[in-house]
């Protein structure tokens, strides 16, 4: 049996060290969602809007998120912008930037999909019914909307966070490149610390996801027939 | 923008597009391979392995590609098992799109109904030719839409391939603009290069959407 260098977790700080890393992907990956969430909904909702022009420019954008990496778009604004526009800006910041712009995308196509899957007839019944606009809007449409919703945005969530793994690669000190660090402080003491390193992270990053994904998945089916 | 400095970049970012098709292409191909396996066993319940994919799709569906390649190619070889990084950006991706074809392969078998094979069953088809010209293309054609973004998805995800020291195009953007600081002229190259390869796919996908849009039973 090989050393499998889990010995390292174990010495010093060195947990407590990943978890403060994870830490730093999960900040990054809430706020993110917190912004995507609050200007994605009202996005979503200008999109079910019959203009040619909204529709021009919100599919140029969902094009654009569809078709670039977040990688490029990281490196675009952290190494790109600070060029161009001589400002200085925090790698942390930049990637809140990046995945907010990327998720507020994501979350106005699942909110426009949304309201959309809604039937037509369900608005004429309830006009059918002498509901009044706004009674329609709360009382019938909203509630529904949100089953169909709820899901999928948790989803998007566990993507944002496995997502954040990318931020390392523009000098965020997260949980991946704490445990470079870790690594690389013991090369000589335990040379096989990278196995037992990489596969807690794995495993981190699994505990941190999986728990969500079930969620989503138990709501979806829950409320499949709603 | 410097002209020139775009003009002698060009082959250096096409011979890492190159190495970006080549490996996003093998691994997208092997990944429909494992997605197609592992949602026929998972479809038909099949005791032990149908827990071992389950296990296999879950574990890889909540993990970053960045760390899996991680552990891949730097853990790997800890225990006695070197991997080439080419090969290992190919399995990686390979292993993360196998995960996710085989719950959009596995959605699109259950969303045919089972009145389709009864049907077919008292026709007088086999079970085979059920399979093979029943359920296969009606569940394809479901399929279809998380299919081309999962493609999509695939091709994105490969570039954190730079990680493992592959010479991709993030890379190469990275690296000239570490020698050169040319970053603006950088940048640039890289989105075009990378919507020379996502643009095509992203066009041909909606045509496929929308061909096989009508093919669905019952609408």
Redesign the interface.
């Known amino acids: 049996m090989p050393n499998l260098g889990i010995e390292v977790l174990f010495k010093g700080s060195n947990m407590l060290r990943l978890l403060g890393g994870l830490w730093v992907s999960l900040r990054i990956s809430l706020i993110a969602v917190g912004f995507s969430i609050l200007l994605g909904i009202p996005l979503g909702i200008l999109m079910t809007v019959n203009s040619k022009i909204i529709k021009a420019f919100t599919r140029l954008y969902l094009e654009v998120v569809r078709v670039m990496p977040q990688m490029v778009l990281l490196f675009i604004v952290f190494f790109g912008t600070t060029r161009i526009f001589g400002w200085n800006l925090n790698a942390e910041i930049a990637s809140v930037i990046v995945f907010s712009f990327w998720g507020t995308a994501e979350m106005a196509d699942l909110v426009r999909g949304a309201f959309i899957s809604i039937p037509k007839h369900q608005y004429e019944s309830a006009r059918a019914l002498g509901m009044n606009s706004p009674a329609i809007f709360t009382v019938v449409i909203l509630p529904q909307t949100v089953r169909r919703l709820l899901p999928l945005s948790i989803n998007l969530v566990t993507r944002m966070i496995k997502t954040t793994s990318l931020v390392m690669m523009i000098g965020v000190v997260e949980v991946l490149k704490v445990g470079q660090q870790i690594i690389e402080a013991n090369r000589t003491s335990s040379p096989n610390a990278a196995f037992g390193v990489y596969g807690t992270v794995f495993l981190l990053y699994f505990i941190g996801c999986w728990p969500i994904s079930m969620l989503s998945k138990y709501l979806e089916k829950r409320w499949s027939n709603a | 923008m410097n002209w020139e400095v775009i003009g002698s970049y060009l082959p250096l970012y096409w011979k890492a597009m190159l190495l970006t098709l080549r490996i996003g292409w093998l691994g997208i191909v092997f990944a429909i391979l494992i997605g197609i396996f592992c949602a026929i066993i998972r479809f038909y319940k099949i005791p032990a392995a149908g827990q071992i994919v389950g296990v296999y799709i ?2 890889s ?4 590609l ?3 390649l ?2 891949l190619y ?7 098992i070197p991997v080439r990084a080419d090969f290992c950006g190919a399995l990686g991706l390979a292993l993360l799109g196998g995960a996710y074809m085989a719950e959009t392969f596995r959605s699109g078998l259950e969303s045919v109904a089972k009145i389709q094979t009864e049907s077919a069953l008292s026709l007088g088809m086999n079970r085979s030719q059920v399979v093979l010209h029943v359920i296969f293309p009606q569940a394809f054609s479901v399929s279809v839409p998380s299919f081309v973004a999962n493609i ?1 998805f695939l091709l ?5 391939f ?2 493992i020291s592959l010479m991709d195009l ?1 890379f190469t ?2 690296d000239l ?1 570490g020698l050169y600081y040319k ?2 002229e950088c ?1 640039t190259l ?2 075009v290069f ?2 020379l390869i ?2 095509p796919v ?1 066009v041909l996908g909606d045509r496929l959407e929308r061909r096989v849009r009508h093919a669905e039973f019952g609408n």
């Not at chain 2, 569906?61 to 970053?64: C, G, S, V």
């Not at chain 2, 994105?156 to 954190?160: I, Q, R």
């Open positions: 879950e574990l569906r909540n993990t970053p960045l760390v899996q991680f552990f730097f853990a790997l070889p800890k225990i006695g999509i994105k995800e490969t570039s954190v730079s990680a993030m953007a990275k603009i970053t603006t940048l890289l989105v990378y919507a996502l643009i992203s």
